[in-house]
């Protein structure tokens, strides 16, 4: 089930403790859109189906990215897009925005899309997995 972009952004909102929609909107622009260059293929597609389409259409038009990213250099990344942020506000932002998508895309599609990331990436969508 697809996700109504006011409810997606109200879930991105509360997890982020933002004062605004605006601020949990850009937040969600810069982690999709680098989340986006990991994931390839069928995995990336149905994630996306399950996104608002302005969302959608970011994950699926992705940043371009030379090689995955560890989850470390993924909040460093956000860091870098989100004016003003460091590194800590941007581990804040990828997991309100990361554990909103875990959310929309349910065990089985999540569990997909950990194996296309490096290890570590189940921390930022809030989902720590046996180890």
């Known amino acids: ?7 997606f952004l109200d879930h991105v ?4 403790k933002y ?4 601020e949990a909107e850009r937040a969600a622009r810069v982690v999709l859109a ?3 260059a990991h994931l390839v293929g069928e995995v990336r597609s149905r994630l996306a ?7 959608a259409l970011i994950l699926l038009n992705p940043l371009q990215s030379a090689e995955p990213l560890s989850p470390e250099r993924f909040v460093r990344a956000t860091a870098a897009w989100i004016e003003g942020a460091t590194e800590q506000t941007a581990t804040w932002d990828v997991s309100a925005v990361l554990s909103t998508v875990a959310d929309a895309a ?4 999540l569990n997909e899309i950990l194996l296309q990331l490096p290890g ?7 989902r720590p997995q046996p180890t």
């Open 1 to 7: 089930m697809t996700l109504r972009r006011e409810a």
């Open 49 to 55: 189906a399950r996104l608002p389409e302005g969302f």
């Open 13 to 16: 909102k509360e997890r982020g």
């Open 34 to 36: 680098l989340l986006g």
């Open 106 to 109: 349910g065990d089985d599609l």
């Open 120 to 126: 570590g990436y189940d921390l930022l969508f809030g």
């Open 19 to 22: 004062g605004t929609v605006e």
